[in-house]
């Protein structure tokens, strides 16, 4: 069986006991060298901090699995755009199990104040930019659009590129990084074409949108 731990920002605040005690029970932990650096893992615990590319970790959680107590850390939550999806499709429902964790949106949605039922979500993380029609459509169908960014010297041109439609450039606007972590910052605005300006650093962007209501 493959325990996979959702562990959210990796800060002990966010950080659930049973996540904690699945993790000291392991054998073998796997997961990124930030987020485990984090963590307050037992000695005779072995680690494995594989570059995470989704084959590098199926070839140790394969080589692995079969000797028992193996645990994947993922940030976040493991239901939120993660690599714990293509682990169960390439293992199967019935070999993992699931511990679910923070995600960056709980955390955003937190410090905004907001709601975030029915909000619609997309990732530019580690993917190819969809076609911008989908982004408008999903700010247009729901309260909300929430879009995962990718390495932070690429931001500024994603939002760049999410300007040139008015749906989106014209749209409220809020970016945080670093969400649950000692360098958090979070920059709100009334539109997202007053953004384009802003510097970006930390690891993780979170970029929030939501239609600007006529006067």
């Not at 990732?123 to 459509?137: A, K, M, Y």
């Amino acid at each position: 069986m493959i325990e996979i731990v959702g562990v959210g920002p990796g800060a002990s605040d966010y950080l659930t006991e049973g996540a904690m005690r699945i993790i000291k029970n392991s054998r073998v932990v796997i997961g990124g060298e930030r987020i485990l650096d984090e963590l307050e893992i037992p000695r005779d615990v072995r680690i494995e901090m594989p570059d995470l590319i989704t084959e590098s970790v199926i070839e140790i959680l394969e080589r692995e699995e079969p000797k028992g107590g193996v645990t994947l850390v993922v940030s976040g939550d493991p239901g939120f755009y993660s690599l714990a999806r293509r682990v169960v499709s390439h293992f199967g429902r019935e070999s993992v199990s699931i511990m679910p964790g923070i995600s960056v949106i709980q955390i955003m949605a937190a410090r905004l104040c907001r709601s975030w039922t029915g909000v619609a979500t997309a990732t530019l993380h580690g993917r190819n930019r969809p076609d911008i029609s989908e982004l408008v459509l999903k700010l247009e169908g729901s309260p909300g659009l929430v879009v995962l960014f990718g390495l932070p010297r690429e931001v500024r041109s994603d939002i760049e590129w999410m300007t040139a439609r008015s749906e989106l450039a014209l749209a409220r606007a809020a970016v945080g990084w670093d969400l649950g972590l000692p360098g958090e910052r979070i920059i709100e605005s009334g539109s997202l074409e007053e953004l384009r300006g802003c510097q970006y650093t930390g690891r993780l962007c979170l970029l929030w949108l939501e239609k600007n209501q006529p006067e």
